[in-house]
């Protein structure tokens, strides 16, 4: 089974910077996108970054542009999320997914890691 673990969220201030990893097993292929998600209390889940292993090429929601970097180690089969410039309305529950085809169809889900910024 395709499994997805998220880790190193946290509390930072405004202006800090995180890097999250998303950690995958059960698939080595390179035709599948990994993408991350943003999770606010009452609000719709927000796609913020996605990676897409045929060509490496990466797609970021607005928001975030020139503040977060989405990369993979291919060796440790991880996907990273490196975030500067941290706002408090950049905090939520941060979620990886691994999906198919184009545009991906994100069916594993990993459980997610906090991320407050204050």
């Known amino acids: 089974d395709v499994q997805l673990v998220e880790s190193g969220g946290g509390s930072v201030q405004a202006g800090g910077s995180l890097t999250l990893a998303c950690a995958v097993s059960?698939?080595?292929?390179?035709?599948?996108?990994v993408g991350w998600f943003r999770q606010r209390p009452g609000e719709a889940r927000e796609g913020i970054a996605t990676?897409?292993?045929?060509?490496?090429?990466?797609t970021y929601t607005d928001s975030v542009k020139g503040r977060f970097t989405i990369s993979r180690d291919s060796e440790k089969n991880t996907v990273y999320l490196q975030m500067n410039s941290l706002q408090p309305e950049d905090t939520g529950t941060y979620v990886c997914?691994?999906?198919?085809?184009?545009?991906?169809?994100?069916?594993?889900w990993g459980q997610g890691t906090q991320v407050t910024v204050s």
């Open positions: 997914a691994l999906g198919f085809d184009y545009p991906p169809d994100f069916n594993y």
């Open positions: 990676f897409y292993q045929s060509g490496g090429g990466t």
């Open positions: 059960g698939y080595r292929g390179s035709s599948a996108a």
